[in-house]
C-alpha cells in the first residue's frame, strides 16, 4: 500500500496550491481518502475527506469555503485545491486512507485511518 502526497512548496498569503495524493496497493473504491496536516508545536488535524466511491466530501470549518477536495477514480488520486492560503495555513500535509467498506465515515478525525502516506511541506508566507 502506496499514498504519495506531492503539490507542497513556498506561496504567498492569498495565493493557490494543488495538493495531489497518489494511492496503489488497495481498491480505491472501498477507501475514504483525507487530507490532515500538522504544523510545528500542534497537534496533528483532518481538513477534508472524500469517499473513493461516491465521492462525498467532508470539511471542516477552518477551511470550508477555501479548500475542495476531489478525486480521479481512473488515476486512484486524491487532490486538494487550496485557494485564500493562510499564515496559519502553514504545515506539513498528509493524505491518508480510511477503510470505507462499511459506510462509517470517521475522517477528518484520523483515529480510524488504515493507511498514511508521507506528507508535503506548505508554507505560506511573503
Known amino acids: 500500500v502506496q499514498l504519495q502526497a506531492s503539490g507542497g512548496g513556498l506561496v504567498q498569503p492569498g495565493g493557490s496550491l494543488r495538493l495531489s495524493c497518489t494511492t496503489s496497493?488497495?481498491?480505491?473504491?472501498?477507501?475514504?481518502i483525507g487530507w490532515f496536516r500538522q504544523a510545528p508545536g500542534r497537534e496533528r488535524e483532518g481538513n477534508a475527506c472524500?469517499?473513493?466511491?461516491?465521492?462525498?466530501?467532508v470539511y471542516v470549518d477552518s477551511v470550508k469555503g477555501r479548500f475542495t477536495i476531489s478525486s480521479d477514480n481512473a488515476k486512484n488520486t486524491v487532490y486538494l485545491q487550496m485557494n485564500s492560503l493562510k499564515p496559519e495555513d502553514t504545515a506539513v500535509y498528509y493524505c491518508a486512507a480510511e477503510d470505507y467498506s462499511d459506510y462509517v465515515l470517521d475522517c477528518p478525525d484520523d483515529y480510524a485511518v488504515d493507511y498514511w502516506g508521507k506528507g508535503t511541506q506548505v508554507t505560506v508566507s511573503s
Open positions: 472524500i469517499t473513493g466511491r461516491y465521492g462525498h466530501t
Open positions: 496497493g488497495f481498491t480505491f473504491d472501498d477507501y475514504a
